[in-house]
């Protein structure tokens, strides 16, 4: 499978990685990625990239701001809210693409929830995985959970969770400073604009996936949803063939 990554300018002027595959000439679709993950790991190196190629689809997959080889400033004004749905706007705007599908897990869900919220671009339909009403409703929660962990590590309220947040950090090579940051970023939508996305939207999780809320609330909240449940939690559910089966299914 081909890989072709570029770079881009975004709004605030910041440069922003984004790597394609699949047909020049296929249906685009927009692929985001999870918190603390990128393209690569997420999508290219468990096969999810190439598998969704196999559709004749031009799959276009960028790592967000703060992660992969987009810049991850420090400075915590260079993450204003809802940066990154205005990121994907962006791309979306430089590659002149208005007629596209859009994919997401778990961070990514919560972004292209937004980018349905603000109705600045229009995906014919939407894929959310690993993500669950709460996890849009009130991004707090998650984003205290994480913030705890970034900053406390093995001292943090969940010991396990902060010291494998720690470990993911120094594997990486992420600045904690850009993660939080991102995490700032995070904007809630409420029950009320959910039930207006009248988009077809399809939400797939692992069923010991309760990370991010009720998976099933989530699609019975939005306003044209179905859930579907795969094996696994929020980490493993992605590796599981039925999970790519559903995306591919989804795509075709």
């Not at 940066?83 to 997401?104: K, R, S």
Request: net charge neutral; aromatic share 6%.
């Amino acid at each position: 499978m081909d890989y072709r990554t570029a770079r881009f300018k975004t709004f605030d002027g910041l440069n922003l990685a984004w790597t394609e595959t699949g047909s020049p000439n296929g249906r685009p679709t927009l692929v985001l990625h999870g918190f603390l993950a990128s393209a690569q790991l997420n999508w290219i190196d468990p096969g999810l990239a190439s598998a969704m190629a196999s559709t004749g689809r031009r799959i276009i997959l960028p790592d967000l701001r703060g992660h992969g080889q987009s810049d991850a400033p420090t400075s915590p004004a260079a993450y204003p809210k809802d940066a990154l749905p205005q990121d994907q706007e962006v791309l979306l705007a430089q590659l002149g693409i208005t007629d596209f599908d859009l994919v997401g897990y778990s961070l990514g869900a919560r972004t292209a929830v937004r980018m349905l919220a603000r109705g600045h671009s229009r995906p014919t339909k939407v894929f959310l995985g690993g993500m669950g009403e709460a996890g849009i409703t009130t991004v707090g929660t998650r984003k205290d959970y994480f913030e705890d962990g970034i900053r406390n590590g093995p001292n943090a309220k969940d010991a396990r969770a902060g010291a494998y947040i720690q470990t993911i950090l120094k594997q990486r090579g992420m600045s904690p400073e850009a993660a939080l940051g991102v995490l700032s970023t995070q904007v809630s939508t409420s029950r009320e604009v959910l039930t207006t996305i009248k988009t077809p939207v399809l939400v797939v999780n692992g069923d010991q996936d309760r990370d991010n809320g009720d998976p099933m609330a989530l699609a019975a909240a939005l306003g044209n949803a179905t859930c579907q449940l795969v094996p696994g939690n929020h980490l493993s559910a992605v590796a599981e063939p039925a999970f790519r089966d559903a995306l591919v299914a989804f795509l075709s």
